[in-house]
């Protein structure tokens, strides 16, 4: 398998960014469930073991559609690496940000990660930035900003963990998204996230069990439902298109089109969990958004 080669001006795929708003949606959405089932689950244990019951429900689907879930020896280095900073890295880094940073700051942060795998892209790849490209990173992450000043997010002593984990959460998940390039895994989407979650996830699960106490029978009817969401749409469906839509796109819009996240994150916090929302975050949306949209059509 050769590697993936510098792109500069690789063409857009209009099939990635259907797969990459897939992602932005499943992603976005959750945000606040992750933040509201944090109250009835611990966090490694959430994290590691709807990932593990993803992987497994992934695997299956992968055989029902007989595809292969066989991954050369020479592969296993790369497929490692790639389940360390796509799942168990970030998992496990956003899982406890949330436990110091509200979903909507914790998201917002988090998704600095296209300035990480835009910088990284330019050496790895190739990918050297044009300015169309660079005015709309510019714009997201000028939107970012102004809504993490609007909900008045502060380095104080208390959330300092919180943003700490979240950055370096984004530092690794960017890493991973320029190496998925550079170093591809010759597989379909379905068993590239079955391999990647499952292997991901399950130290975050042993993790768990040994650090952590889990009280199952205090999750709620509404815990239930929002587990099964995080397993199917987050693990499942966004998962798998996220690497479908990184196949298709360069790393680097790829990564600008995810600002998405924060901004549906940021809204269904609003709405489900009651966190700050005015006009000034609003606006600040808007110029977001238009910034995802310039870098798609870039």
Excluded at 166 to 189: H, M, N, S
Aim: with cysteine; hydrophobic share 60%.
């Amino acid at each position: 398998m050769s590697e993936s080669k510098p792109t500069t001006g690789a063409r857009i795929a209009p099939a990635g960014l259907m797969f990459l708003a897939i992602t932005s949606v499943g992603w976005g959405f959750n945000w606040p469930v992750t933040k509201y089932l944090l109250s009835e689950l611990p966090p490694l244990t959430l994290r590691g073991t709807t990932g593990v019951i993803g992987a497994m429900l992934l695997a299956g689907l992968a055989l029902a559609f007989s595809q292969s879930l066989k991954v050369e020896r020479h592969l296993w280095p790369r497929l490692m690496l790639a389940a360390l900073l796509n799942v168990t890295g970030w998992m496990v880094l956003m899982g406890l940000a949330l436990l110091w940073l509200p979903a909507s700051e914790a998201a917002l942060i988090a998704y600095t990660m296209p300035v990480w795998a835009s910088l990284i892209a330019w050496p790895v790849l190739g990918e050297r930035p044009t300015w169309l490209r660079t005015v709309a990173l510019v714009m997201a992450f000028a939107g970012l900003a102004a809504i993490m000043g609007g909900n008045g997010i502060t380095a104080t002593t208390e959330k300092l963990p919180g943003i700490l984990m979240a950055l370096t959460g984004a530092i690794g998940f960017a890493l991973g998204t320029v190496l998925a390039k550079r170093l591809p895994l010759p597989l379909p989407p379905i068993p590239a996230a079955a391999w990647q979650i499952g292997l991901g996830c399950f130290p975050i699960v042993i993790l768990g069990l040994a650090f952590e106490t889990t009280h199952i029978e205090k999750v709620t009817p509404l815990g239930w439902w929002l587990l099964a969401y995080s397993v199917v749409i987050q693990f499942c469906i966004a998962y798998v298109s996220w690497f479908a839509a990184l196949a298709r796109l360069p790393a680097s819009v790829a990564a600008i089109g995810t600002m998405a996240v924060p901004v549906i994150g940021v809204v269904a916090s609003a709405i489900a969990l009651g966190e700050p929302l005015g006009l000034f975050q609003i606006v600040a949306l808007v110029f977001t958004l238009a910034g995802v949209v310039l870098a798609t059509r870039s």
